[in-house]
Structures are given as C-alpha cells and as structure tokens.
C-alpha cells in the first residue's frame, strides 16, 4: 500500500522509501499506447529507442525527492500486454476525470472509482492494449 500512496513508513528506526523505481509496460501498438495514454493523463511522453525496444517514457523529474516511479510503455518482442499481470497505479488529482478519458480514448473500465477508506479513492481500468491498470485520488 505504500507505494500506492506516496508515503513511508519507519520501520525499527528506519526509513523504507518507495521500492519501486521503474516499471515498463507491454504495449503491441506502440502509437495507439502512446496516444492512449497522453489522452487519458493529459502528458507528453518521451520516445527512445533501445535495442531490442522501443520506448515511450513517462514525464519524470531525475534525482527528484519525490516518491513515485519513473516508467515506459515498452514494446519488445518478448513482452505481452496483459489483463492479469502487475497492475500499475497512476496518481492523480481525481481519479473520476482520468476515468472518463479512459473510455473516450479506446479503454475499458473495470470498476468506476470508490473509496479506499482514509486511502482515498481508486478506479481499475483497461488501456488500449489490454493492460489492467489503476488509478489513485486523494479526492
């Protein structure tokens, strides 16, 4: 739950910062993904280009101090988009508004935003590739 939240927690005196630092996720068609996702979050990704992969990355503050992690839709052969797999929770101001841009830009949506109790409120969706993915809101 940390991680969903953007908190820590001390533990026998000390601090466990968010473990997560990176996460990639699969996408078949990576201009759909991409547009998918910029539409839905109202960003820029950034495109690069690897190896093996192509990538389009999230906007991210290197070195920040901020908790949260850095991330890309990835496309590569050996990765398949999925409905059961990790599902990757996105901040946002109310979950509601990226809910509706879910469905205007091609996407499903699972369960429409309820409360997690003094967590706040999450919404379970679908994106344009068939990935599960979450939303969080405070509000």
């Not at 908190?7 to 000390?14: A, M, T």
């Not at 290197?62 to 990835?74: C, D, F, I, R, T």
């Not at 929770?89 to 509601?96: A, G, M, N």
Request: net charge negative; glycine share 10%.
């Amino acid at each position: 739950m940390c991680a969903i939240l953007g908190v820590s927690k001390i533990l026998g005196g000390y601090e466990m910062k968010n473990m997560v630092c990176w996460f990639e996720i699969p996408v078949a068609d990576m201009e759909r993904a991409v547009k998918f996702y910029e539409r839905v979050f109202q960003v820029k990704l950034s495109p690069l280009s690897m190896p093996g992969m192509d990538m389009s990355v999230f906007p991210h503050e290197m070195g920040s101090k901020e908790y949260g992690a850095a991330g890309a839709l990835v496309k590569r052969q050996c990765y398949t988009p999925s409905a059961t797999g990790t599902i990757v929770y996105f901040s946002c101001e109310d979950c509601k508004m990226e809910e509706a841009r879910v469905l205007e830009a091609g996407g499903k949506v699972f369960h429409s935003k309820f409360a997690i109790g003094e967590n706040g409120f999450i919404a379970i969706c679908q994106d344009s590739e068939g990935n599960t993915i979450g939303l969080h809101s405070r509000a």
